[in-house]
């Protein structure tokens, strides 16, 4: 059968040539340009005697946001470079190049904080409230806050051109480590050699045979490399340590929690909604070691599929039935997802040389984004490429708004995200053909639950103490492990067998730079998704128009206001929070009753 839509995506329509394009050399070069007559314009207001005025303002800011959505797109297509092709050295460079542009306009951006910051109060509320920046005043106040709780302007350039070849430094030496990263499998009689991201989608094969086989090989790969990942670690959060000190920041978790526009008390019930039900889910699999024939699951079990029924997927088939499941929800959705497959949007080969994992970045001049992933027809993918359309939409919706109102943070970009992969694992429950399949599909579904309340659970649990011991000195691969399985073991809550004590070195959200502590936004991205899809689903077609509309206020307020605005719940009580996990484990009570063990 002729394969309809391709499975590598198109990147010459931005820059042709790859890492070699010279139209991007000159991009980069004006967008150098551009920066270098930005912080000109800076320095001259501030030296200018009088208080900045709002037509001096404005223009600044008008250039600012010009230089933000360049870099946008240069980081856009610099990274997809380097993820298609892990060995494209020169891809590795323009990373780099790029780092050091945004590490630079950063500086400059600290200048001009420091210019809001001046602005009298009362000047400043009457300037939010002008046709000129009331479409950007969330963001423009927020700059000016966070200003206030940072060192001088002179101190906090010194870090941003310091963070380029150390604290991003390491990020990227992590990444070129894990870009060396193979495992010779055999498989079938014949040995294959696998990148970390072709072995990462085997540790969930329906035979468990593969699995244990491969998690073994798996283990002992990190084992090796584990000396280099716990150096990019220790530096990563010395870095940080180091500077929140400085700042005079008392809790690790500031910024991550600043970035994310969320309340600590938030976050807080949030965890101590889930943790206090987290019994079903420690039946759940219970029930499925039996199933699966074993005393109880080994960390390698936990993804793996009960039964046989789903079946492969091929991508044309996900690509079908994502646009069908959408058009029911929404009609804008589906055609915007089918215009994603039309226009080779998603680079989904499964091949050699590609980097783990998956993601969505956006290409706001161009107004496209473009999805990476490595598909290899499990339900699991389908799942996967769901979620990163519903991170496009998330940014298709919102190309037509200031830049600055379009930097929503990672949590309710997760929201998105995960509510176009609800829309989808759902109606394929709903609508499978038999019992077996519709457990097999329910159980991929919990499967995510599981994800969202006890694996992310155990990275949040892992960093919180993991900063803590850092402020003392630096951590060596034992106690690292040892940390590690510990918060496997208390986010399990003992339900497992065997642990991965090595994920704190296999799992890239650990040594991203941009985000400390890249887990707690995708739980609450679950369930806040879970509040919008009930939400939906009561709505009908109706509820279309009410969602694209929350998606375009998600860069303009804080998660608390955004909830009470659309959804009328407070996120700092557990109610919320309670009736969203209420739908996860209905899910458990289905599989339990399903499988003769209620």
């Given amino acids: 059968m002729t394969q309809r839509y391709s499975l590598v995506w198109d990147l010459d329509v931005f820059f042709a040539g790859g890492s070699g394009s010279h139209a991007f050399a000159q991009f980069l070069e004006q967008t150098e340009g551009e920066i270098g007559s930005f912080r000109v314009a800076v320095q001259a207001a501030a030296d200018a005697s009088s208080s900045v005025s709002a037509d001096v303002l404005a223009g600044l800011v008008g250039r600012m946001q010009d230089i933000t959505l360049k870099l946008r797109e240069a980081d856009?297509?610099?990274?997809?470079?380097?993820?298609?092709?892990?060995?494209?050295?020169?891809?590795?460079?323009?990373?780099?190049?790029?780092?050091?542009l945004s590490a630079s306009f950063s500086s400059v951006l600290t200048r001009f904080d420091q210019l809001l910051r001046q602005v009298p109060d009362a000047q400043w509320s009457s300037l939010l409230e002008s046709d000129a920046f009331h479409p950007i005043a969330f963001p423009l106040d927020e700059r000016r806050q966070l200003a206030k709780e940072k060192l001088s302007p002179e101190q906090e350039s010194l870090i941003g051109d310091l963070a380029v070849d150390g604290y991003h430094g390491w990020g990227e030496a992590y990444n070129?480590?894990?870009?060396?990263?193979?495992?010779?499998?055999?498989?079938?009689?014949?040995?294959?050699?696998?990148?970390?991201g072709q072995a990462a989608n085997k540790l969930s094969s329906p035979d468990r045979s593969v699995r244990t086989r491969l998690f073994e090989l798996w283990e002992k790969a990190?084992?090796?490399?584990?000396?280099?990942?716990?150096?990019?670690?220790?530096?990563?959060?010395?870095?940080?340590?180091?500077?929140?000190?400085?700042?005079?920041?008392?809790?690790?978790?500031?910024?991550?929690?600043?970035?994310?526009?969320?309340?600590?008390?938030?976050?807080?019930?949030?965890?101590?909604?889930?943790?206090?039900?987290?019994?079903?889910?420690?039946?759940?699999?219970?029930?499925?070691?039996?199933?699966?024939?074993?005393?109880?699951?080994?960390?390698?079990?936990?993804?793996?599929?009960?039964?046989?029924?789903?079946?492969?997927?091929?991508?044309?088939?996900?690509?079908?039935?994502?646009?069908?499941?959408?058009?029911k929800f929404s009609p804008k959705m589906a055609e915007f997802a089918e215009m994603a497959f039309e226009k080779?949007?998603?680079?989904?080969?499964?091949?050699?040389?590609?980097?783990?994992?998956?993601?969505?970045?956006?290409?706001?001049?161009?107004?496209?984004?473009?999805?990476?992933?490595?598909?290899?027809?499990?339900?699991?993918?389908?799942?996967?490429?769901?979620?990163?359309?519903?991170?496009?939409?998330?940014q298709h919706v919102m190309n037509d708004m200031p830049a600055?109102?379009?930097?929503?943070?990672?949590?309710?970009?997760?929201?998105?995200?995960?509510?176009?992969?609800?829309?989808?694992?759902?109606?394929?429950?709903?609508?499978?053909?038999?019992?077996?399949?519709?457990?097999?599909?329910?159980?991929?579904?919990?499967?995510?639950?599981?994800?969202?309340?006890?694996?992310?659970?155990?990275?949040?649990?892992?960093?919180?103490?993991?900063?803590?011991?850092?402020?003392?000195?630096?951590?060596?691969?034992?106690?690292?492990?040892?940390?590690?399985?510990?918060?496997?073991?208390?986010?399990?809550?003992?339900?497992?067998?065997?642990?991965?004590?090595?994920?704190?070195?296999?799992?890239?959200?650990?040594?991203?730079t941009g985000v400390p502590f890249y887990n707690f936004p995708y739980t609450?991205?679950?369930?806040?998704?879970?509040?919008?899809y009930a939400v939906a689903q009561r709505e009908g077609a109706g509820f279309e128009d009410k969602y694209v509309a929350l998606l375009r206020d998600t860069g303009s307020m804080s998660v608390e206001q955004l909830a009470h605005k659309h959804l009328g719940v407070d996120l700092t009580k557990p109610d919320f929070w309670q009736s969203a996990v209420d739908l996860a484990v209905e899910d458990v009570r289905q599989f339990l009753d399903m499988t003769g063990k209620r």
């Avoid at 856009?76 to 050091?100: P, R, W």
């Avoid at 070129?176 to 970390?196: H, M, P, W, Y």
């Fill in 222 to 327: 990190w084992a090796d490399s584990a000396d280099y990942a716990a150096d990019a670690l220790n530096r990563l959060a010395g870095f940080r340590i180091q500077v929140y000190k400085h700042r005079g920041w008392p809790s690790i978790l500031k910024e991550p929690l600043d970035i994310n526009r969320m309340s600590e008390e938030t976050l807080r019930v949030m965890w101590d909604v889930i943790d206090r039900n987290k019994a079903p889910f420690v039946d759940y699999l219970r029930r499925k070691a039996e199933l699966l024939g074993v005393e109880s699951l080994s960390w390698h079990d936990v993804d793996a599929p009960v039964g046989q029924a789903a079946g492969e997927v091929s991508f044309d088939e996900a690509a079908r039935l994502i646009v069908e499941q959408f058009r």
């Fill in 176 to 196: 070129t480590a894990v870009g060396k990263f193979n495992i010779d499998f055999e498989d079938n009689g014949q040995t294959v050699r696998l990148s970390a």
């Fill in 76 to 100: 856009s297509f610099a990274g997809c470079l380097a993820a298609e092709n892990q060995h494209d050295k020169k891809a590795v460079q323009l990373n780099g190049h790029i780092a050091t």
């Fill in 404 to 512: 600055l109102a379009q930097e929503y943070a990672m949590n309710v970009a997760e929201t998105a995200s995960t509510f176009a992969e609800m829309i989808v694992s759902d109606a394929a429950v709903k609508q499978a053909s038999s019992e077996e399949e519709r457990l097999t599909l329910l159980e991929d579904k919990i499967q995510r639950s599981v994800a969202f309340f006890m694996n992310i659970h155990a990275r949040f649990l892992f960093e919180t103490e993991y900063y803590e011991r850092r402020q003392k000195g630096l951590l060596g691969v034992d106690e690292l492990n040892g940390l590690m399985e510990d918060a496997q073991r208390r986010a399990f809550k003992d339900a497992l067998g065997e642990y991965h004590p090595h994920f704190w070195a296999s799992k890239l959200h650990f040594y991203i």
């Fill in 524 to 532: 609450f991205g679950y369930l806040f998704s879970s509040g919008i």
């Fill in 344 to 394: 080779r949007w998603i680079e989904a080969e499964d091949r050699q040389g590609k980097r783990p994992g998956g993601f969505c970045t956006s290409f706001p001049i161009k107004g496209e984004t473009r999805i990476f992933m490595t598909y290899a027809n499990t339900a699991s993918n389908v799942s996967t490429l769901a979620h990163e359309l519903g991170h496009a939409y998330h």
